[in-house]
């Protein structure tokens, strides 16, 4: 069941820049642990950051000091700021959520995830 409604998926050059949102259906979500997962073609979907209900956030080696995983103060939005793209980072994205807030990138942790919204990042 699809409860949460990402988008900012686009086409951009490599080195450019993107914001993701995620948005929950009301505040419901607010004790969750959010997270950003990724799938790109023929390969498996992968953790990129998430953050729990302290604000505390981790991100995969690959995306750490280029993407910052933040939420709006009621915790119903949650947004992925994706900086120096590169073109490894073209995917589709999707956002999850976590309501026993393991905090970690193991996908079936998260009980709530969205449709996803596309990332293209030309070279």
């Known amino acids: 069941q699809v409860q949460l409604v990402e988008s900012g998926g686009d086409s951009v050059q490599s080195g450019g820049s993107l914001r993701l949102s995620c948005v929950a259906p009301d505040d419901s979500y607010s004790p969750y642990c959010m997270a950003w997962f990724r799938q790109a073609p023929g390969k498996e979907r992968e953790g990129v950051s998430f953050i729990d209900t302290d604000g505390e956030t981790n991100y995969a080696a690959s995306v750490k000091d280029r993407f910052t995983i933040s939420q709006d103060k009621a915790k119903i939005t949650t947004f992925l700021q994706m900086d120096s793209l590169k073109p490894e980072d073209a995917a589709m994205y999707y956002c999850?959520?976590?309501?026993?807030?393991?905090?970690?990138?193991?996908?079936?942790?998260?009980?709530?995830w969205g449709q996803g919204t596309q990332v293209t990042v030309s070279s």
């Open positions: 999850a959520a976590d309501p026993t807030c393991a905090s970690s990138f193991t996908a079936f942790e998260y009980t709530s």
